[in-house]
């Protein structure tokens, strides 16, 4: 839902292009990961075929998909040292990986065979210059902008006091997140 009432979300959901196809992906693989760390010693190996399916899909629809695959492994190690069930993560693993792989696996293979390279371009081999402290904040900057409401393809932004209190809500919401787990950890230790 919160993603959902994103004006940048809504318009990219009006457009034909690949960014919601892997945001369902990546949902669904984020929601899987989460259901099936949490059960981890019950959970079936049907339910590791789905999470299967979601991190092939994402990485299918878009590379940038490929940046779920290492937080459900992380997430599953987690469950797995909370339960202390090391068997069914391997056989987490063993459900999981091939059916990701076969998703997706035979794009990339097809795109080194054709096109010559595994992943991205071309172009984004070439030497990158370290970013200064500068460069990363007028890249944040940017970066921000874009996600609460870039549109017409970057050529039409919303009116800077809507950046702004957006930003001041994000803080807000930041340092009540905090405050939560500051006090969560107080009441731990009281009890």
């Known amino acids: ?13 009006g457009v034909v292009s690949n960014d919601i196809a892997v945001t369902l992906a990546a949902v669904c693989g984020l929601w ?11 959970v079936s190996a049907r339910e590791f075929a789905w999470l299967g399916l979601a991190l092939g899909l994402a990485p299918l629809t878009k590379e940038s998909g ?9 997430a599953l190690v987690l469950g797995a040292l909370f339960h202390r069930s ?10 999981i990986a091939p059916i990701a792989a076969a998703v997706v696996g035979w794009w990339y293979v097809l795109r080194n065979a054709v096109l010559g390279f595994w ?3 071309p172009e984004s081999a070439r030497a990158v210059e370290t970013m200064t402290v500068e460069g990363f904040l007028e890249q944040w900057t940017e970066i921000e902008i874009s996600f609460w409401g870039l549109f017409g393809w970057t050529s039409v932004p919303m009116p800077q006091p809507v950046y702004d209190t957006l930003r001041l809500l994000t ?11 500051v006090r969560r950890h107080a009441w731990r230790r009281a009890e």
Not at 32 to 42: D, E, G, K, V
Not at 66 to 74: I, R, S
């Open 1 to 13: 839902a919160l993603v959902a009432f994103v004006p940048q979300f809504g318009f990219t959901s």
């Open 32 to 42: 899987l990961t989460a259901r099936l760390a949490r059960r981890l010693p019950c």
């Open 66 to 74: 490929l940046a779920l695959w290492p937080w459900a492994g992380l």
């Open 86 to 95: 090391w068997g069914t993560l391997l056989r987490a693993g063993v459900v």
């Open 119 to 121: 992943f991205g371009n």
């Open 171 to 181: 803080l807000v919401g930041l340092a009540g997140l905090a405050l939560i787990v």
